[in-house]
């Protein structure tokens, strides 16, 4: 009886939870008027138009260039991330140098920094460097190990791996090179998958900061591209935002999917198991 009250609250709560989206998949098939005027969930007839029009959102513009723009800009940052912060995170966790603990310390409490106290000098360092309206300010510290997150996600996931597997590896003639590429790299890939799932996803959906340092529409990404097409037009057409909210929605949903083995043992793990 127990465990029947469970699985009905758990599926009443998943419900709830996946209501939103299922009004938003299902408001992309609607007309306009159907969207402002009804209350039912599932439409009255299936209509297309939303994705047909909202595609080109009445610009000079499509989504076709803003879906270009984006990958352009989320796929070198995502590789980017993941290629120097697993290089910062080996050096942290398997070699000692002078002032490792104080450089640690100050890359965690980096963490603490909240995004308000820094946007204002990086804007100023970025529009000195001549960076403002392009994607450099996302692409240079991501391939500078600029996410701190990411290097102590990993860091701690390497730590859980024994070092005997580095002195066997020299003893078999491997370089500290050799050793990260050919031992760590394959037995932290959880943690690699972790970081380029979270970091695709957030600079996917990332808003603010492109809208302070892309200024131009031709590089909009398809956060501002959404936004965009409420403020062209006099009257919205829900219908086709939520059309196009959808096919955003679908990038990321699915490399979740298809990666979420690897995600789940990334967050889950922080090392081999015995």
Do not use: H
């Not at 730590?159 to 932290?188: Q, V």
């Not at 990404?221 to 403020?231: F, K, N």
Request: proline letters at 5%.
């Amino acid at each position: 009886m127990k465990k029947g009250l469970l699985y009905l609250f758990l599926i009443l709560l998943g419900w709830v939870m996946m209501y939103p989206l299922i009004w938003l998949l299902m408001g992309a098939f609607k007309t306009n008027n159907e969207i402002i005027s009804g209350t039912s969930l599932l439409p009255s007839q299936f209509s297309l138009d939303g994705f047909v029009n909202g595609w080109t959102i009445g610009s000079q513009y499509s989504f076709t260039l803003f879906f270009t723009n984006t990958f352009a800009m989320v796929i070198p940052v995502v590789l980017f991330t993941v290629f120097s912060s697993s290089i910062v995170a080996y050096g942290f966790s398997r070699f000692d140098f002078p002032m490792r603990r104080v450089l640690f310390s100050a890359m965690i409490s980096s963490m603490l920094l909240p995004n308000a106290v820094i946007i204002i000098p990086r804007y100023i360092l970025f529009n000195n460097l001549e960076w403002i309206n392009t994607y450099k300010p996302f692409t240079i510290p991501a391939l500078l190990a600029g996410y701190p997150f990411f290097i102590f996600l990993m860091v701690q996931f390497i730590r859980g791996i024994p070092r005997e597997l580095d002195e066997a590896s020299k003893i078999d003639g491997c370089n500290s090179f050799m050793i990260f590429i050919k031992i760590l790299l394959p037995l932290t890939k959880p943690a690699l998958f972790s970081a380029a799932i979270f970091q695709f996803v957030w600079t996917w959906n990332d808003f603010m900061n492109v809208l302070i340092y892309i200024s131009s529409v031709r590089k909009y990404t398809v956060a501002l591209a959404l936004r965009m097409t409420i403020d062209i037009s006099s009257g919205v057409k829900w219908n086709e935002i939520m059309a196009m909210s959808v096919l955003v929605i679908i990038p990321p949903a699915l490399l979740f999917f298809c990666a979420q083995n690897y995600f789940v043992e990334g967050v889950t793990t922080t090392g081999l198991k015995s």
